[in-house]
Nanobody
Framework: QVQLVESGGGLVQAGGSLRLSCLYY????????MGWFRQAPGKEREFVAA????????YYADSVKGRFTISRDNAKNTVYLQMNSLKPEDTAVYYC???????????????????WGQGTQVTVSS
């Protein structure tokens, strides 16, 4: 059984930073690509960033490129999302997800991920 638990969300002023963490409970964390998605009220869930199982490959949505950094620590079963220069439009519930077990493919679509966390709220005030 796989469980993902996000933490690190909160309220921050525009221009500030937050670091989200996602702890993976289960075996074979290092076999999965990991992704971060977000969903704002009234909007579709959208891709934010993803990282390959080894950490060698990272991918970002254009809207966060240069501001957000995804990383992982396979020894700690944890994936991180460092968010800098936050904007009010970054306000959303952020979800981590695991998918693509045993594959080199790193997806940017929600359907490519098998397991999801419950989400953590990020609110950026102007």
């Amino acid at each position: 059984q796989v469980q993902l638990v996000e933490s690190g969300g909160g309220l921050v002023q525009a221009g500030g930073s937050l670091r989200l963490s996602c702890l993976y409970y289960g075996r074979t964390f290092s076999s999965y690509a990991m992704g971060w998605f977000r969903q704002a009220p009234g909007k579709e869930r959208e891709f934010v960033a993803a990282i390959s199982w080894s950490g060698a490959g990272t991918y970002y949505a254009d809207s966060v490129k240069g501001r957000f950094t995804i990383s992982r620590d396979n020894a700690k079963n944890t994936v991180y999302l460092q968010m800098n220069s936050l904007k009010p439009e970054d306000t959303a519930v952020y979800y981590c997800a695991a998918g693509g077990r045993g594959s080199t493919h790193v997806g940017a679509r929600a359907y490519e991920y098998d397991y999801w966390g419950q989400g953590t709220q990020v609110t950026v005030s102007s």
